[in-house]
C-alpha cells in the first residue's frame, strides 16, 4: 500500500477487518515487520487517541517513531507556491517534505480543514502535497476531507457489535460551539455504505455532506424517524458544507443532542462517537455512560487500524 487517505485504499473492507482481527489477536506476531524502519508523524493540529493509537501501532510493528509538532518548534511553514517569504514562515514545504522524507520510511500527516477555502479543503492542499513530494507511502491521520483511519477502527466495532448481517446504523449531526470538518463524517458515511451497511443520515437541512461521500446513504431530516429501529448511532458535528455556507455553524439547537429518550426509539442502539466528545451537547452523561455505549473500544480499535494500514505500507516496503 503506497498511501492511505480513503476507503480506495484498503481494498475488500471483509478482508481488512478479518486482517485487522488477526492483527489483534495477536498485535506482537509481526514485530519484524517494522524492524529498522522509521514512521515520521506530523501533526499541524491537535490529537490524543491518533497520536499515541498510531504511535502504539508501530511499536507493536517494531518500528521506530519521531513524532513532530509542525506548529510547537519547528519552523513555521509556507504552503503556497510563488510567494514572497517575508512574512513570518522560515521554510516552504516544498523543502520541508523532501528533508523529512529522507529520514524515515513512512509518513502519517494530520492536516485539519481550513474551513475558509472550500477548493484548498476539497483538493487536500497540504496531504496531496505529502504524496506528491515525500516519495515516501503516506496514510492520513486525518486529513481536510476525510479521516480514514477512524472510520476503519468504526467497522472494526461494528464487525464485532454487530447481530445483524445489514445493521441499521444512522449517523446524526448533534450540536457543538464551534465549527468543525467534515472528516469524520465524510469518512464514516463512505465507509459504512462499502461496509454494506443500511446507512442513514439525519442532520437539520443544510447541513448536507459532500454527495461523493454519502452516495449510497439516506437522507433522513427528522432525526427521530432516523433513529427508529437503529442498531447502531453515530453521534458528530460537523460544520456546513455546501454554499454559500461552508464552514459555517447553522446551527446550534440542543434538541438534537443524542440522549436516552431518543435512543429509546431505536433497536437497543450502540451509541459511538470518535472523540473527543463534548457531553451534553452531542450525548447526554447517561447514553455516553451506558453499557450500549462504544466510546471507548471504538478508541481502542484505533489502534488496530492504524496497526493494519502501518503493516501493509510495510509490506509494500519489501
Ligand atoms: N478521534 C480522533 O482522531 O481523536 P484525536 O483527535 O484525539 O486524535
Redesign the pocket.
Known amino acids: 500500500m503506497k498511501k492511505f487517505t480513503s476507503v480506495a485504499d484498503i481494498g475488500n473492507i471483509q478482508q481488512a477487518v478479518a486482517e485487522a482481527l488477526k492483527v489483534k489477536a495477536d498485535r506482537f506476531a509481526f514485530k519484524e515487520f517494522g524492524k529498522d524502519k522509521t514512521l515520521l508523524m506530523l501533526f499541524f493540529n491537535s490529537?490524543?487517541?491518533?497520536?499515541l493509537s498510531t504511535q502504539k501501532a508501530a511499536m507493536n510493528l517494531g518500528m521506530n517513531v519521531m513524532v513532530l509538532d509542525v506548529n510547537q518548534g519547528a519552523w513555521k511553514l509556507e504552503t503556497e507556491r510563488g510567494v514572497v517569504m517575508d512574512g513570518d514562515k522560515a521554510e516552504h514545504l516544498l523543502e520541508a517534505i523532501p528533508v523529512m522524507a529522507s529520514y524515515c520510511d513512512l509518513i502519517g500527516v494530520r492536516s485539519f480543514a481550513g474551513l475558509v477555502n472550500k477548493e484548498d479543503d476539497y483538493n487536500e492542499k497540504v496531504l496531496s502535497q505529502f504524496i506528491k513530494y515525500s516519495g515516501r507511502p503516506v496514510f492520513s491521520m486525518?486529513a481536510a476531507t476525510g479521516?480514514p483511519l477512524?472510520a476503519f477502527a468504526d467497522i472494526i466495532t461494528i464487525e464485532e457489535h454487530k447481530t445483524k448481517q445489514r445493521p441499521k446504523v444512522v449517523l446524526t449531526w448533534a450540536p457543538h460551539p464551534r465549527a468543525l470538518p467534515q472528516a469524520v463524517p465524510n469518512s464514516f458515511a463512505q465507509w459504512s455504505v462499502a461496509a454494506g451497511y443500511d446507512v442513514v443520515i439525519t442532520h437539520p437541512e443544510g447541513y448536507e455532506l459532500a454527495p461523493e461521500f454519502t452516495a449510497g446513504a439516506t437522507i433522513e431530516y427528522n432525526q427521530e424517524k432516523a433513529f427508529e429501529g437503529a442498531d447502531f448511532i453515530y453521534a458528530k458535528n460537523w460544520s456546513a458544507f455546501a454554499d454559500p455556507n461552508y464552514g459555517k455553524i447553522l446551527s446550534t439547537d440542543r434538541s438534537w443532542t443524542v440522549d436516552t429518550a431518543k435512543m429509546a426509539l431505536t433497536d437497543n442502539a450502540f451509541f459511538m462517537h470518535?472523540?473527543?466528545v463534548r457531553r451534553n451537547m452531542i450525548v447526554t452523561d447517561d447514553v455516553i455512560e451506558s453499557p450500549r455505549s462504544l466510546v471507548i473500544p471504538e478508541a481502542a480499535n484505533r489502534e488496530i487500524s492504524a496497526q493494519t494500514v502501518i503493516k501493509r505500507m510495510l509490506e509494500g516496503l519489501k
Open positions: 490529537s490524543l487517541r491518533t497520536r486525518e479521516h477512524q470518535c472523540l473527543p
